[in-house]
């Protein structure tokens, strides 16, 4: 069964940092998201991404963050300066529009 | 009030009983209602979908869905140890759009 894929699994990165999370969406899915847990609390919402554009962001989501399908396979997550609270698990998802969002098992990002 | 509400549990139950979760949501815009599993440190999974009010079964899964009264539920019958997991509901309101999800009930399913 086809699946979305993240890499790395787990990413330990300096604050003040640039890091990039990436994900491999389902290849025929045409929407694609990430999410974030932090420990112990529930997974929000981060951005939607549809068109090679952003469809809908959260409060959460400032300038900080970026997104980009830099290829036909890509969806990467880019947070340019990393703070102690950016550490949490990032979930990225795909769907083909009215099905259900299929989520990749995350990659562990932890800030020292 | 947080748009989507579960007991957090942990929920015990011997093996081979029925698992019974709950959810309920405040935003009457929700129309599709998923649950997902998800296991420590992995990524969420779906279990079920449904679209509006009514009942799905999916093997030992039935989920249950009364728009009325803001109310979702998520039934595994035969319980298996490996059922052992934390239960998210997740609702959302147009079929392309985020999952707003609860905080999920941990579920333990001794042998």
């Known amino acids: 069964e086809p699946e979305v894929t993240q890499t790395p699994s787990h990413q330990v990165t300096q604050m003040g940092q640039e890091v990039i999370l990436r994900c491999v969406p389902i290849s025929n899915h045409l929407y694609f998201y990430w999410y974030r847990q932090i420990l112990g609390q529930k997974v929000e919402f981060l951005v939607s991404f549809y068109n090679n554009e952003i469809s809908e962001k959260s409060e959460i989501f400032d300038d900080q963050f970026s997104v980009e399908r830099p290829d036909g396979s890509n969806f990467t997550l880019k947070i340019r300066s990393t703070k102690l609270e950016d550490s949490a698990m990032y979930f990225c998802?795909?769907?083909?529009?009215?099905?259900?969002?299929?989520f990749g098992d995350g990659t562990r990002l932890s800030i020292l | 009030q947080k748009e989507v509400e579960q007991d957090p549990g942990p929920l015990s139950v011997p093996e081979g009983a029925i698992v019974s979760l709950n959810c309920t949501y405040s935003n009457s815009a929700f129309q599709y209602f998923m649950w997902y599993r998800q296991y420590s440190r992995k990524g969420p999974e779906l279990l079920m979908y449904t679209y509006s009010s009514g009942n799905k079964e999916d093997g030992r899964f039935t989920a249950q869905v009364d728009k009325s009264s803001k109310y979702i539920s998520l039934f595994i019958r035969d319980s298996q140890p490996s059922d052992s997991a934390t239960y998210l509901c997740a609702p959302k309101s147009d079929s392309w759009g985020k999952l707003q999800f609860g905080a999920g009930t941990q579920v333990v399913v001794t042998p």
């Open positions: 998802a795909s769907n083909e529009g009215n099905q259900p969002q299929h």
